[in-house]
């Protein structure tokens, strides 16, 4: 065992299982640790949970799709802290404005109002079914994401909703980042797409682009072996 914490943060509507194959691989490389995010409802406040919980002054912070807004609220805030960051399948930008903006507002809001009437996991089984490889559908790892949808309950995504629909634009935050940074999607991640994360690296002085391939936006539980690969190499840098 290293003297190396990880913190690694879930994305919408996750938990640990979203990071219990890294967990597993990573176990000798590091002390992993995942926060939940219970009712918060903003990223400021899931990055203030996240620096007074996490179990060391310094640590190693990796973030998914969501989670990894939160992560680059915790460099804007307290850059200190990070000593590498991990984005993965993830974004910059704020709420477009106009009708790109309405109609995202619009489309989450349709899945929370199917989430109260009809519950976790129909929602979860109509919006996980464009989020991952066309080859995970119908298998026991799409189960396994639903399962972990029917966890978390309406409230909770509402709170998750009005976080993301509030976001704020992490793009300054990029160039200021100095630490080691790995940048990592999956190929046919329809949400975060390569040519995005293209730009965020560039963005970053020195950070690695990692490309999953046969992979959609849940690349640590899609392609485990090869996040866990570019994991240890980050780690290691």
Known sequence: MTDTTLVLL??????????????????????????HWGPLDS???MAEHVLATAP?????????????????????????????LALLDTGTPALAAGAAGAKEK???????ALAQSSGM??????????MVHPSVLGTAL?????????????????????????????????????????????REDLW???AQHEAMAQAIAGAQLGIVEQ??????????????AAFVAWLAS
């Open 106 to 112: 619009a489309g989450r809001m349709e899945l929370l």
């Open 215 to 228: 992979c959609g936006h849940m690349s640590t539980m899609e392609q485990p072996e090869a996040v866990n």
């Open 10 to 35: 879930p994305g919408l509507m996750c938990d640990v299982a979203v990071w219990a194959p890294q967990v597993q691989a990573l176990s000798s490389h590091a002390t992993c640790h995942v926060p």
């Open 192 to 194: 975060s797409p390569p």
């Open 43 to 45: 990223l400021t406040a």
């Open 142 to 186: 799409f189960e396994q994401i639903l399962d972990m949808l029917e966890r978390s309950s309406p409230a909770q995504f509402a709170a998750q909703i009005h976080a993301l629909l509030n976001r704020p634009d992490a793009g300054p935050v990029l160039p200021t980042i100095t630490c080691p940074t790995l940048v990592l999607t999956g």
């Open 56 to 84: 060391a002054r310094t640590f190693a912070l990796a973030g998914h799709s969501m989670g990894g807004r939160v992560a680059l609220e915790v460099m804007r805030m307290a850059p200190q802290r990070v000593e590498r």
């Open 121 to 130: 996991r129909t929602m979860g089984a109509q919006w996980a079914s464009g």
